[in-house]
């Protein structure tokens, strides 16, 4: 009996097929997320925005902390916005080129939230997955301990930290990650609680897999989803922080500056007629912040499981 021999078309489909089952989770969770424009789209704005804060200083012709007021022109008296002067932002009030301390701005800013944010999801994942995992009572009293520490508020205690240790953006680091792990852990937790009793993680125990291990590689992975979204809105949530204690002298310290100070200073001389220190400090922490949005929502459609 002679068999049919398969044609174009079916050969084509086996291998879609093929390549379909044997695509990974990254791969398709890429595929999923360049499929997303807004996501796209803010992801271009974010590698805009650190080329930016990190290049940026390239083309400034002035020093963030010192103006030739001779070299301005008729603009000097006001210190608006020019290319002709090389001052692309203007000048502040006391004469520094606002665009070379809004490249710093922006660099420091991007800096506290990321750094604040790795460090809050760091180790608010581990402590909420362990909590969630071991259960009992040392879930009890790791959850209790996270109840009391959410008690206290949390800018008496960064600013207290500030204060003791002295002002330094390190310290600001530390302080905002080190504190702000606590709501991260609850999430955590609550979703490890779901996790344990799936099908994967009984098949590990069975097979004698160590607690840490089976924590480590099927209970933090299965949250990734959850944790990148809520990192992505950590960060924006950081720098505002960071601008707050900014503002009342316990963040960056001159002749540093970041986003939030510099906004503080623009609010300031509002009724001057120089709109121009506030917009353009305003105009980055927005898009940054809208920026984070979107791809931290592209991410999560990317990664959720229930949606693929």
Known sequence: ????????????????????????????????FFRNKAALAGL??????????????????????FVDFSLMGANAYRGVPSIETGHYFGVDIDGRDLYARTVQGTRISLLVGIVGALVAVFVGTLYGATAGYVGGRVDNIMMRTVDVLMSIPFMFVLILMLVIFGR????LFIGIGLISWLDM??????????????????????????????????????????VIVYAT??????????????????GVQEPNTSLGALMSLGTKQMNNGTLWMLFYPLFFFLITLFAFFFVGDGLRDALDPKDR
């Open 44 to 65: 271009v704005v974010l590698i805009l925005i650190f080329i930016f804060a990190m290049f940026g200083g390239l083309i400034a012709q002035y020093e963030r902390d």
């Open 233 to 250: 809105l950590l960060v924006p949530q950081m720098i505002i922080f960071e601008s707050f204690i900014s503002y009342l002298g316990l």
């Open 1 to 32: 009996m002679k068999l049919a021999q398969p044609d174009a078309k079916m050969l084509e489909e086996v291998g879609q097929l093929a390549e379909v089952r044997g695509r990974s989770l990254w791969a398709d969770a890429r595929a999923r």
């Open 168 to 171: 330094s953006i390190l310290m």
């Open 185 to 226: 852990a609850r999430i955590a937790r609550g979703q490890t609680l779901t996790i344990k009793n799936k099908e994967f993680v009984e098949a590990a125990v069975a097979t004698g897999v160590k607690p840490l291990t089976i924590i480590l590689r099927h209970v933090v992975p299965n949250l990734l989803g959850i």
